[in-house]
């Protein structure tokens, strides 16, 4: 803990540094968009502690999920203080720290969420291969530069962000043929839920050279209309690859993926990059 607790000291630089950008260059619209500034402000400084200690890193963003867990005087989570949307409002005598896990802590996740969706789509599309980290990161980072460039010196809404990266969103992004991040608004921005995803009734089938891996993924501690996306890996050689991307609607979800010759154990996130329930 000690060691996190240092972290975290190292951080609050990083995180002040980012401010000129984000709070001071870029400011929010309303106190429902004031959880942008924080969580990328804080996102900023994540990223270069990733590129210096990415299991430090990693450490830092569990610590976020814990917090969000953590019960207040009548037992109740600090998750259920409300979305990210509700600002400092979130901060109220049932939990004096809302606006601090909340904002920061799941806003964080979300940013998280949302960059780990585009690099994995990017990676998708450009074969895993050769491709550095950067250049995965590409769609992303061109979205922040896009927000520096439209807003600086203007205010930002929530929508505003939205709308930038649905710019960048590739086909296989598109929930339900829709080049739109409403989904992630309506559950992740505007909601609550920490779902607990499990894999189930996983199917292999060798055919033409490939393999079809179908399976079941199922939602639950969430609200019935919550919609994920999930990266479902599989091992072949020894080796993980990301078999692709499902958009877990619901309870339930069918889902068919085509793969190279021989994959098998498929499983789902491995690495993480979802706010979501691990025990
Ligand atoms: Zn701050």
């Given at each position: 803990?000690?060691?996190?607790?240092d972290?975290?000291?190292?951080?609050?630089?990083?995180?002040?540094?980012?401010?000129?950008?984000?709070?001071?260059?870029?400011?929010?619209?309303?106190?429902?968009?004031?959880?942008?500034?924080?969580?990328?402000?804080?996102?900023?400084?994540?990223?270069?502690?990733?590129?210096?200690?990415?299991?430090?890193?990693?450490?830092?963003?569990?610590?976020?999920?814990?917090?969000?867990?953590?019960?207040?005087?009548d037992?109740?989570?600090?998750?259920?203080?409300?979305?990210?949307?509700?600002?400092?409002?979130?901060?109220?005598?049932?939990?004096?720290?809302?606006?601090?896990?909340?904002?920061?802590?799941?806003?964080?996740?979300?940013?998280?969420?949302?960059?780990?969706?585009?690099?994995?789509?990017?990676?998708?599309?450009?074969?895993?291969?050769?491709?550095?980290?950067?250049?995965?990161?590409e769609?992303?980072?061109?979205?922040?530069?896009?927000?520096?460039?439209?807003?600086?010196?203007?205010?930002?809404?929530?929508?505003?962000?939205?709308?930038?990266?649905?710019?960048?969103l590739?086909?296989?992004?598109?929930?339900?043929?829709?080049?739109?991040?409403?989904?992630?608004?309506?559950?992740?921005?505007?909601?609550?839920?920490?779902?607990?995803?499990?894999?189930?009734?996983?199917?292999y089938v060798?055919?033409?050279?490939?393999?079809?891996?179908?399976?079941?993924?199922?939602?639950?501690?969430?609200?019935?209309?919550?919609?994920?996306?999930?990266?479902?890996?599989?091992?072949?050689?020894?080796?993980?690859?990301?078999?692709?991307q499902?958009?877990?609607?619901?309870?339930?979800?069918?889902?068919?993926?085509?793969?190279?010759?021989?994959?098998?154990?498929?499983?789902?996130?491995?690495?993480?990059?979802?706010?979501?329930?691990?025990?």
């Amino acid at each position: 803990m000690s060691s996190l607790e240092d972290t975290r000291g190292n951080l609050v630089v990083a995180h002040e540094t980012a401010h000129q950008w984000w709070g001071d260059l870029v400011v929010w619209k309303g106190y429902r968009d004031q959880w942008i500034i924080e969580a990328l402000a804080e996102y900023s400084s994540l990223m270069q502690l990733e590129s210096q200690d990415p299991a430090k890193f990693r450490a830092v963003l569990e610590s976020y999920q814990d917090k969000l867990f953590q019960k207040n005087k009548d037992g109740m989570p600090l998750m259920d203080a409300g979305p990210v949307t509700l600002g400092i409002r979130l901060s109220c005598s049932p939990f004096p720290v809302g606006y601090e896990a909340i904002s920061y802590g799941r806003g964080t996740w979300l940013f998280h969420m949302l960059r780990t969706m585009m690099r994995d789509a990017e990676s998708k599309k450009t074969g895993h291969r050769a491709s550095s980290r950067e250049n995965l990161d590409e769609p992303f980072l061109r979205g922040l530069r896009k927000l520096r460039e439209r807003y600086q010196g203007k205010s930002i809404s929530t929508r505003d962000v939205l709308r930038v990266f649905e710019e960048e969103l590739p086909p296989s992004l598109w929930y339900e043929g829709r080049k739109s991040l409403d989904w992630f608004y309506n559950g992740w921005i505007n909601g609550t839920a920490i779902p607990r995803l499990e894999l189930h009734d996983v199917k292999y089938v060798e055919r033409d050279g490939s393999t079809r891996i179908s399976g079941t993924i199922r939602q639950s501690e969430a609200p019935e209309d919550l919609v994920t996306l999930v990266p479902v890996y599989g091992t072949v050689g020894g080796k993980s690859m990301l078999l692709g991307q499902v958009f877990a609607d619901g309870p339930e979800t069918v889902f068919h993926l085509t793969s190279s010759m021989g994959v098998r154990k498929a499983v789902l996130d491995p690495n993480r990059t979802l706010l979501a329930r691990t025990r």
